[in-house]
T-cell receptor, first 114, second 110 residues
Framework: DTAVSQTPKYLVTQMGNDKSIKCEQNLGHDTMYWYKQDSKKFLKIMFSYNNKELIINETVPNRFSPKSPDKAHLNLHINSLELGDSAVYFC?????????????FGPGTRLTVL | EDQVTQSPEALRLQEGESSSLNCSYTVSGLRGLFWYRQDPGKGPEFLFTLYSAGEEKEKERLKATLTKKESFLHITAPKPEDSATYLCAVGASGTYKYIFGTGTRLKVLA
């Protein structure tokens, strides 16, 4: 019974392609996040949704578009992939955005753009 | 600008050799400071939350402390299974964001 799951685990694709990463949490949390972790292990917030409403939209290229069909799911779609998009992408969830809570992370999706 | 800095970048210890990891932060208003452990190929795993200066939390060989400018993660008599990257993150006032440091890579040798 995985708490936060992501698919796929690995994604290898060519430049210019469009791809999606899916995330699901079964913790009943209200808030979900997408992070990008670069080769130096730095975790940078990209987006956050609270109850399907976008609350964090960092300065990322508009080729990246999050979608939250319900509060248990947050997907990430990336258009026109570039070499610099290669990284590990983590989904996370937390109980609420209104208070400061620990986050629960998924296993990550390693994206490699060739 | 809100900022989190961790040191050292990497640390090698012999089994049983105690040490401390540092997390220095500059935020407009601290709402919480978090420690996570990340194993290779996995997502960060939550360890501790600290909310105010003077607070301490313990779990097995780990103890986290907090001052107004920094937090320490003390590791007492570490074992090889404590080898991992330890990440510090802060939640600041006026934002939903959590700002992460770049982590400390800990290697404990048997």
């Amino acid at each position: 019974d995985t708490a936060v799951s992501q698919t796929p685990k690995y994604l290898v694709t060519q430049m210019g392609n469009d791809k999606s990463i899916k995330c699901e949490q079964n913790l009943g949390h209200d808030t979900m996040y997408w992070y990008k972790q670069d080769s130096k292990k730095f975790l940078k917030i990209m987006f956050s949704y609270n109850n399907k409403e976008l609350i964090i939209n960092e300065t990322v290229p508009n080729r990246f578009s999050p979608k939250s069909p319900d509060k248990a799911h947050l997907n990430l779609h990336i258009n026109s992939l570039e070499l610099g998009d290669s990284a590990v992408y983590f989904c996370a969830s937390s109980p609420s955005s209104g208070s400061v809570n620990e986050q629960f992370f998924g296993p990550g999706t390693r994206l490699t753009v060739l | 600008e809100d900022q989190v800095t961790q040191s050292p970048e990497a640390l090698r210890l012999q089994e049983g050799e105690s040490s401390s990891l540092n997390c220095s932060y500059t935020v407009s208003g601290l709402r919480g400071l978090f420690w996570y452990r990340q194993d290779p190929g996995k997502g960060p795993e939550f360890l501790f939350t600290l909310y105010s200066a003077g607070e301490e939390k313990e779990k097995e060989r780990l103890k986290a402390t907090l001052t107004k400018k920094e937090s320490f993660l003390h590791i007492t008599a570490p074992k090889p299974e404590d080898s991992a990257t330890y990440l510090c993150a802060v939640g600041a006032s006026g934002t939903y964001k959590y700002i992460f440091g770049t982590g400390t890579r800990l290697k404990v040798l048997a």
